[in-house]
């Protein structure tokens, strides 16, 4: 006997729970032949305040778990992600991308995860410094997360776009919240399944689906976001994201043109980018000369 | 009863002035463009004054749109010519020339620097100059190692940086800016503060002297709307700015949009935390030199004072008369702590606060001092029982103010320290290792100082969290804002 399909509501993803929309509202995805594959929620401004209220609140605590414990749920994360490969290749089928380059892109998406899940304990390594001051000091710098980071994920790579954004965002111990891609966002909501059966404290990742038009000023004026960082090449989008963004000195990163597909669209710059550097002085007691040895 | 010392007349210092007769400051100065001294286009100029006594020092020309277009293009023209296809060796090799030259001209320099700006003689002697020199030192053997500075990835310079630096640290500022800028291979158009411009155009007679290709350096004197011609100018692929977070905000909206990348060394409001097992004396040095260096005018001053209610009273009692030993006056004495206030404009923004502060509710102390008759100054205050609301907590007042609060816990401290817009720096005392560590990880600041305060060096990187803007000046965190990713 044939199985009649149940389709799937696909909400948001705010502080670990699955809500839908505040406003109601929502927008349908067609297929190549016109068909409707799914109702997704419109997010309003207030979803998106929602979200950064949540995300504040979670960040300390996930900054301050330890490198490994993260470095574990980045893992844990890729784990689960393989698990779903089938549903999310199909998935990006029903969006247009054929099976091979769908293939590809889940595939990516897990290495992605594998690959940032390793840099949890050791981006601290290669950026912190110890430096030599001149005067009888013990000086070091140390990267320390932003806070929270709202990502605007690149249009043409529904799952990877978003995973490549949000993973060193995370891995520095940052919170985010994640505006998926417009034109291909199921994933999105699928990936927020994962996330919620990863381990990911609730907060940490937060997704939204929805239009640029209507939400890029808001991310862009929100005076409680730290950092924003903007994969696409959509001109005035990055122009209101950086005026606005002067309202709090906004961090403003901009990624164009980048081929999410390749292994060079990682690398621990995408981590750094969202982290301050703290330096930090004490003075060295100084009683012997230096001449004299212990 | 605590032993209350004498400050009568047992306490009088004899004058120790330094000589400023070998100091050769002309009477005009024009703007350095393109390896000459010129005048403005509009042949306009303005004046620079001496804070401590209001005397005339010099005229310097005022660049307008037409000089900041003409030094732009000799900057690229440098750029494209002669400093990025020379060899870094040889960049390098410059910049540690620049460096000699402070050096060997540092009695002069800070002299220059306390005649223009107040500061005290001690600080420019012991502190402007020679970090100034040290910076170029520091960045000069950069200059042929970034490979190592950047493992992996491909640098290339950025172009041309416009420079805009305030008035609280003139040669300093101009070091931090050039310094790491030529290293990396760019050229540069420095914009000095309106009221002190002296000491960046003796740095642009060494420059001269050092035979820098022209171009490289353009140093153009000017107020505002010269530092508001270069930021908007298309011609430059960088804006390296310090000052005020308003003018921060108003500098990354105007580039919003285009090619040009930031870094903003803004405003501060930084709290210096005293706890109850800190050692007290060295405290009480610590609080007075976080806040009254440089009369207070410093992004990074501890002009927040969180103090342990079980020590309140008595790290209070040791900062009111550790304020009546403070010697207030001639900044060109030796023995002088607190110089003159930068400018006229300056001293009515914190009158204004010392006003405001006594309306608020926070109780005043000033210690009885007297003070010259010619020049802007401002006693040494401190403001008694402010909270966390007032304006005079919350807002960076740019002068010799100290607000005081007193907390309980370590965490109330913390919360207390946060709670304003600025992330610059922070100051702890305390003499337990593991609190020091616990404190210096939560506070949201870019520098933090553990049982010191207010020390700086080239190889460390300083800049802010939060407001008080984006970027590092400073260590190898300091060459990154002037260099591309291929």
Known sequence: MAHLDIPKTYKLFIGGQFPRTESGRSFSLENAEGGTIANLCQASRKDFRNSVAVARKAQAGWADRAAFNRSQILYRLAEMLDGRRAQLVEELNFQGISSVDAEKEVCASVDRLVYYAGWCDKYQQVSGTVNPVASSHFNFSVPEPMGVVGILAPDEFGLLGLVSLFAPVIVGGNTCVILASESKPMCSITFAEVAATSDVPAGVINILTGFREELVPHFATHMDVNSIVYAGDNDPDVKILQEGSALNLKRVRIHRGVDWISSSSQGPQFILECQETKTTWHPVEVIKPKTGGY | ?486
């Open chain 2, 1 to 486: 009863m605590e032993h209350k010392l004498n400050y009568n007349d047992l306490w009088a210092y004899a004058p120790a002035p330094e000589d400023s007769g070998h100091v050769n400051i002309r009477d005009r100065y024009g703007l350095f463009l393109n390896g000459r001294f010129q005048d403005a286009d509009s042949g306009k100029t303005f004046e620079t004054h001496n804070p401590a006594t209001e005397v005339r020092l010099s005229e310097v020309a005022f660049a307008g749109e037409t000089d900041v277009d003409a030094a732009v293009k000799a900057a690229r023209n440098a750029f494209d010519k002669s400093w990025n296809p020379m060899p870094p060796a040889d960049r390098g090799k410059y910049l540690f020339r620049i460096a000699r030259m402070i050096q060997e001209r540092s009695r002069e320099f800070a002299v220059a620097e306390t005649l223009d700006g107040g500061k005290p003689i001690k600080e420019s002697r012991d502190i402007d100059i020679p970090l100034a020199a040290a910076h170029f030192f520091y960045y000069a053997g950069w200059a042929d190692k970034l490979e190592h500075a950047f493992p992996t990835r491909a640098v290339t310079p950025m172009g041309v940086a416009g420079q805009i630096i305030p008035w609280n640290f003139p040669l300093l500022m101009a070091a931090w800016k050039i310094a790491p800028a030529l290293a990396c291979g760019n050229t540069v158009v420095l914009k000095p503060a309106e009221a002190t411009p002296l000491t960046a155009l003796k740095l642009a007679e060494v420059i001269q002297d050092a035979g820098l290709p022209d171009g490289v350096v353009n140093i153009l004197t000017g107020d505002g709307s010269t530092g508001a011609a270069l930021v908007n100018h298309p011609g430059i692929d960088k804006v390296a700015f310090t000052g005020s977070t308003a003018v921060g905000k108003l500098i990354q909206n105007s580039i919003a949009g285009s090619h040009k990348k930031a870094t903003l060394e803004l405003g501060g409001k930084a709290a210096n935390i005293i706890l109850d097992d800190a050692p007290l004396n060295q405290a009480v040095e610590g609080i007075i030199n976080g806040i009254f260096f440089n009369q207070g005018h410093v992004c990074c001053a501890g002009s927040r004072l969180l103090v342990q209610e079980g020590v309140a009273d008595e790290v209070i009692a040791k900062l009111k008369d550790r304020l009546e030993t403070l010697r207030v006056g001639d900044p060109m004495d030796k023995n002088t702590d607190i110089g003159a206030i930068n400018s006229r404009e300056q001293l009515n923004t914190i009158e204004g606060y010392l006003k405001l502060g006594q309306e608020e509710g926070a109780q005043i102390h000033q210690p009885e001092c007297s003070l010259p008759e010619k020049g802007y100054w401002c006693r040494p205050t401190l403001f008694l029982n402010a909270t966390q609301s007032h304006r005079i907590v919350q807002e960076e007042i740019f002068g010799p103010v100290l607000a005081i609060q007193t907390f309980r816990s370590v965490d109330e401290a913390i919360e207390m320290a946060n709670n304003t817009p600025y992330g610059l720096s922070a100051g702890i005392w305390t003499d337990k290792g593991s609190r020091i560590f616990n404190l210096t990880r939560r506070l949201r600041a870019g520098v933090v100082w553990a049982n010191t305060y207010n020390q700086f060096d080239p190889t460390s990187p300083f800049g802010g969290y939060k407001e008080s803007g984006f970027g590092r000046e400073g260590g190898l965190h300091g060459l990154e804002p002037y260099v591309n990713f291929d």
